[in-house]
């Protein structure tokens, strides 16, 4: 199929995109990576007006790394975060996660915000948003800047709460200061590069004694959007944790979800797939490595 008639349009600078989202509102899309938006086009599940290409914006690239967060602007590519290995050092929960995004060719051409303002509850960033607590600003021409949490920016599958006439401007992922930060990110597929059946994701506080300190856990795939668990990572704190301890958490996570089913999985095979990969993660983190950072890579 070819996507439904649209006009073109090429954004000058960052005002000149928000004057157009104001003129079209609901209308008009913003074109970033384009690697899902255009396959939706092409299959006419996305109609817009206007087509607003923010890709070439200078202002919405660039990356940040001061103390306490990284910012980075909402076009920055995913290849390009992939390969900053200061990023690596600062947010590893996120390198872990661009691991599993489709393919090489994909991430050469996606882009951070692209994934995040796209809201696929199955996709591998918005879940490390969640889980590490990340800000994402907006801004539109009439209201100015806002900041909204990851945690409420994800309202259901590809819904957001981004309005019509906001675009995504950056995204400030919160940094862990101290030793012994150790991440792991892990999901199920049918082939790599689909979308996952269930993943897992999880940063934890490890000190000398191997009692966490601090964790951050969460679940994609299961329910309209990816989910984050803070009071089940509160109950780590101050434990070692084992195969038994990694079961119980990852149980408790599951129960608060309500998977659907589809042509490659039922809600309850769902179920089981996420409490093996979220206690996969948390087994992963909680091992120590001469690098201190683990991620887990297996398929199923």
């Known amino acids: 199929m070819k996507a439904a008639p649209f006009e073109y349009v090429l954004a000058e600078s960052l005002d000149h995109a928000l004057e157009c989202l104001d003129q079209y509102g609901g209308d008009a899309r913003t074109l970033a990576g384009g690697q899902s938006l255009v396959p939706m086009m092409a299959m006419r599940l996305a109609r817009p007006c206007m087509l607003l290409d ?45 691991r599993w995004v489709g393919h090489i060719q994909t991430r050469n051409r996606g ?3 692209g994934s995040l303002v796209h809201a696929d509850p199955s996709a591998e960033l918005p879940l ?8 994402l600003r907006l801004c539109s021409k009439a209201d100015g800047e ?24 950056s995204i400030e992922w919160p940094i862990w200061e101290g030793s012994g930060v150790r991440t792991a990110f ?8 689909d979308f996952a059946m269930a993943s897992a994701a999880c ?9 966490c300190q601090r ?3 969460g679940i994609g795939g299961l329910d309209g959007v990816p989910r984050s668990f803070p009071e089940l990572a509160q109950q780590l704190v101050g434990q070692r944790i084992d195969a038994r301890i990694a079961r119980e958490i990852a149980h408790c996570a599951v129960q608060q979800t309500e998977p659907g ?40």
């Open 186 to 193: 892990d999901e199920a597929a049918m082939r790599h590069g």
């Open 215 to 217: 964790a951050a856990i």
């Open 54 to 98: 923010i890709n070439r914006l200078a202002e919405l690239k660039q990356v940040d790394i001061r103390q306490g967060a990284v910012s980075m602007g909402a076009t920055t590519g995913q290849r390009a975060i992939e390969d900053n290995f200061e990023v690596h050092g600062a947010i590893p929960l996120v390198r872990d996660a661009l």
């Open 146 to 169: 806002r900041e909204i949490a990851a945690q409420e920016f994800f309202l259901g599958p590809m819904f957001t709460a981004t309005a019509e006439t906001e675009c995504l401007t």
């Open 111 to 113: 882009t951070i915000g």
């Open 128 to 135: 490390a948003a969640v889980v590490l607590d990340a800000t």
């Open 261 to 300: 089913s589809d042509l490659h999985a039922d809600a309850e095979f769902r179920r089981q797939l996420a409490v093996v990969m979220l206690t996969r993660v948390l087994q992963a983190a909680s091992t120590p490595s001469p690098n201190g950072t683990t991620n887990s890579t297996a398929h199923a």
């Open 203 to 211: 940063q934890l506080q490890i000190d000398e004694n191997s009692v």
